[in-house]
């Protein structure tokens, strides 16, 4: 642990921290860059220190929402504050994009790539974009990730849930009743309704949601249903499901998913409204 410690007081020392950057409750990109090069030269004097020090956060390696994680050659996170052990290359964001395998297909030694993906800051109930820096050292991958504080909070202000005018991050909604899977539709067919565009993965699709939208819209507008019941407006995941009497409910995790009790008086009474407000939406 002694050469690990040096090696961070010698990165320290040649790291300059822009001061207004500590003004926000995110770290910039400059921090995670600052981060990530003393990530390098901690696991290339001492790999299991280094991936020690990066689960503990200690050792400098927490700043903020800063913080480093790794991927073995397994694909399993070596490093993560919450993660660790779990397959890094399977991780999907919100949207579907598969940014895990990304990560592992850009990683070079010697280079910062850049992956772009959606994630929820903690303390908010939806996601912004978040772009992590990552490079190669040893066997492992590593990065940093931060987010742009310009780009606006998920406010849940919006009747139906999605992102840049996009409803439930472009999953087709007619998918979970023919297909029993929740599938990312098309660009190919989209249609635009109820302030926003609804992606579809066939022409079929399209057309039986124009007929009965209705049936397909998402309860509570594709925010979870778990969080609607006492007023939240946590943004559902399109990938975290169920149908209940012929209506399908997304959630913000797989557990509140399987937590769920449709028969709770808090979630009639919410189901209620729901349906009363989604009646007033399509008669505009």
Not at 46 to 67: I, P
Not at 99 to 111: I, R
Not at 168 to 179: L, N, Q
């Amino acid at each position: 642990m002694i050469n690990l410690r040096l090696a961070l007081i010698f990165s320290f020392a040649v790291t300059v921290y822009p001061v207004a950057a500590y003004a926000s409750k995110f770290g910039a990109s400059e921090d995670a860059r600052a981060m990530l090069k003393r990530a390098v030269v901690a696991v290339q004097t001492d790999k299991t220190a280094a991936l020690e020090a990066f689960n503990d956060r200690d050792d400098g390696f927490r700043d903020r929402d800063l913080y480093v994680f790794c991927g073995g050659p397994d694909g399993n996170f070596s490093a993560h504050p919450r993660f660790r052990g779990k397959p890094l290359r399977r991780f999907k964001d919100i949207a579907g994009k598969p940014f895990g395998e990304e990560m592992y297909d850009v990683a070079k030694e010697g280079e910062f790539s850049e992956v772009a993906y959606l994630a929820t800051p903690r303390g908010e109930t939806g996601p912004r974009e978040k772009t992590s820096l990552i490079t190669k050292v040893d066997d492992q991958i590593c990065g940093v990730g931060y987010f742009n504080p310009e780009e606006p909070a998920h406010t849940g202000d919006m009747a139906i849930n999605g992102y840049e005018g996009v409803f439930i991050y472009g999953y087709d909604p007619v998918a979970y009743f023919t297909m029993d899977k929740a599938v990312k539709g098309s660009e190919d067919f989209t249609y635009e309704y109820l302030g926003g565009e609804w992606h579809f993965v066939s022409g079929e699709h399209k057309r039986m949601f124009v007929a009965e939208p209705m049936k397909y819209i998402p309860q509570y507008g594709g925010y979870c249903s778990s969080a609607a019941r006492s007023g939240g407006t946590d943004a559902g995941n399109p990938r975290s499901w169920r149908i209940i009497d012929g209506k399908v409910y997304l959630f913000a995790g797989r557990r509140r998913m399987k937590s769920y009790d449709p028969g709770e008086p808090s979630a009639v009474t919410a189901d209620a409204d729901w349906q009363q407000k989604l009646m007033e939406l399509v008669s505009q």
